[in-house]
């Protein structure tokens, strides 16, 4: 099942819990839920929570890291996200732009997702999701 994201869940994860919840429960034998942003993400355990999962039976994974992302690690709700270092892809643009300004250089092309965290890493970038780097 494809669930289609509204923009408002972004603000408000919440707003996406009976959406969440009815596609769980029409489909009981759900094993994974791929969630395309952090902001959702952060939310899987309040999703789980809701149709009486327990932390680890479904596998919750999807992209960024967040303050409630991370929380999700702890609680066990989340088993893996992408990490694609969010100040960098707001300082290199800046950076490359002025480097353009200033001296003509090509634009940078920088592959800034580090690859992926997951249970065993998490806590190592905690401290640096929360300050906002990562």
Do not use: H
């Not at 270092?85 to 800046?94: A, D, E, H, K, V």
């Amino acid at each position: 099942t494809r669930i289609k994201s509204l923009p408002e869940w972004a603000a408000d994860p919440s707003l996406a819990l009976p959406t969440y919840s009815a596609a769980v429960l029409a489909l009981p034998e759900v094993k994974a839920i791929c969630y395309t942003g952090g902001q959702a993400l952060g939310a899987a355990g309040l999703y789980m929570e809701a149709v009486g999962r327990e932390p680890g039976e479904i596998i919750n994974f999807g992209y960024d890291l967040s303050p409630e992302v991370t929380l999700n690690f702890e609680q066990g709700w989340v088993q893996l996200t992408s990490d694609q270092q969010p100040f960098l892809q707001g300082y290199i643009p800046i950076l490359s732009i002025a480097l353009t300004v200033k001296y003509e250089l090509a634009p940078l092309n920088v592959d800034t997702s580090k690859g992926f965290v997951d249970e065993t890493t998490f806590a190592a970038v905690a401290e640096l999701v929360e300050l906002g780097v990562r």
